[in-house]
């Protein structure tokens, strides 16, 4: 079994969620999401990026908007919808309780009798 593909899981396993933080204060079109990815060490290609907005959207999670750049052709915002807020706040929770019961687990030594 290879570590990277190991890794590679467990960031798709999270991505969804990472997106949605993103969109939490304010719109970003993909190059911003895809920065702020990157700075945190979130390994991410435009083309898988892509798949996964469009099934937030269809979702209802997220909208989007198209602007006017003043650098080249427009560009296509995402932004949290209402009922992404409420989504992202759910996720919020059992990422809490998800973290917490990991970090018990690997962190305990326990006996077994």
């Known amino acids: 079994m290879k570590i990277e593909n190991t890794k590679a899981q467990m960031r798709k396993g999270v991505l969804e969620y990472c997106i949605l933080s993103i969109l939490k204060d ?14 945190a060490k979130m390994l991410v290609v435009e083309g898988t990026i892509y798949p996964l907005l469009t099934r937030l959207k269809n979702a209802g999670l997220l909208n989007y908007r198209w602007e006017e750049s003043t650098s080249g052709p427009p560009r296509k915002y995402y ?26 687990v690997t962190s305990t030594k326990t006996t077994k009798k």
């Open 26 to 39: 304010e719109d970003a079109y993909v190059a911003e999401i895809l920065g702020t990815l990157k700075d």
């Open 79 to 104: 932004g949290l919808t209402e009922t992404g807020k409420l989504f992202l706040n759910e996720l919020n929770t059992t990422w809490s309780e998800l973290q917490n019961a990991v970090n018990l």
